[in-house]
C-alpha cells in the first residue's frame, strides 16, 4: 500500500481496540479508535475513513445501529463496514443475535475471538473489492 488506509475501529473495550489497533498499524493502516457508536459516528463525520471495524454490544449507540445509520447515509453509504462480536448464533440472554447481524448491511461479520489475521484479511478483501 503506499498511501495508508485509515481505518476507525469502534469498540467499547479498551484493551481490545489497542489491540486491534496495533496489529492494523503492524500491517500499515492508520487506526483510529471510538469506545461506542456515538463517538464513532462523529468520528466518521469529521473524517470519513477508508473502512470500519465495528464491535456490535456498546452503550450509547450499538454496532447494529451505527451500521444502518452509516448504510443509509449517502454520504458514508460505500464505506466498508466489518462487524465483529461477541454473539454467538446459540446466545439467546441478549437482544443480540448472529442472524441480526448477518441481516445488517454490513460488508463482512466475524464473531470474536476474532483473530489478527481474520481481521487484516477481511479488511484487505473490502478494500481492494
Same mark, same amino acid.
Do not use: W
Given at each position: 500500500?503506499?498511501?495508508?488506509? $485509515?481505518? $476507525?475501529?469502534?469498540? #467499547?473495550?479498551?484493551?481490545?481496540?489497542?489491540?486491534?489497533?496495533?496489529?492494523?498499524? !503492524?500491517?500499515?493502516?492508520?487506526?483510529?479508535?471510538?469506545?461506542?457508536?456515538?463517538?464513532?459516528?462523529?468520528?466518521?463525520?469529521?473524517? /470519513? /475513513?477508508?473502512?470500519?471495524?465495528?464491535?456490535?454490544?456498546? /452503550?450509547?449507540? #450499538?454496532?447494529?445501529?451505527?451500521?444502518?445509520?452509516?448504510?443509509? #447515509?449517502?454520504?458514508?453509504?460505500?464505506? /466498508?463496514?466489518?462487524?465483529?462480536?461477541?454473539?454467538?448464533?446459540?446466545? +439467546?440472554? +441478549?437482544?443480540?443475535?448472529?442472524?441480526?447481524?448477518?441481516? +445488517?448491511?454490513?460488508? #463482512?461479520?466475524?464473531? !470474536?475471538?476474532? %483473530?489478527?489475521?481474520?481481521? +487484516?484479511? %477481511?479488511?484487505?478483501?473490502? $478494500?481492494?473489492?
Amino acid at each position: 500500500m503506499n498511501e495508508k488506509k $485509515l481505518i $476507525l475501529v469502534v469498540d #467499547d473495550e479498551p484493551d481490545f481496540a489497542a489491540i486491534v489497533q496495533g496489529n492494523l498499524e !503492524k500491517e500499515g493502516f492508520a487506526v483510529e479508535v471510538a469506545y461506542n457508536g456515538v463517538e464513532g459516528m462523529e468520528k466518521v463525520q469529521a473524517n /470519513p /475513513p477508508d473502512a470500519i471495524v465495528l464491535d456490535v454490544m456498546m /452503550p450509547e449507540k #450499538d454496532g447494529y445501529e451505527m451500521c444502518k445509520e452509516l448504510k443509509d #447515509d449517502e454520504r458514508f453509504c460505500e464505506i /466498508p463496514v466489518l462487524l465483529l462480536t461477541a454473539v454467538a448464533s446459540h446466545v +439467546t440472554s +441478549t437482544r443480540y443475535t448472529h442472524a441480526d447481524g448477518m441481516s +445488517t448491511e454490513a460488508d #463482512d461479520y466475524i464473531a !470474536k475471538p476474532a %483473530s489478527a489475521e481474520d481481521i +487484516t484479511a %477481511s479488511l484487505k478483501r473490502m $478494500l481492494t473489492a
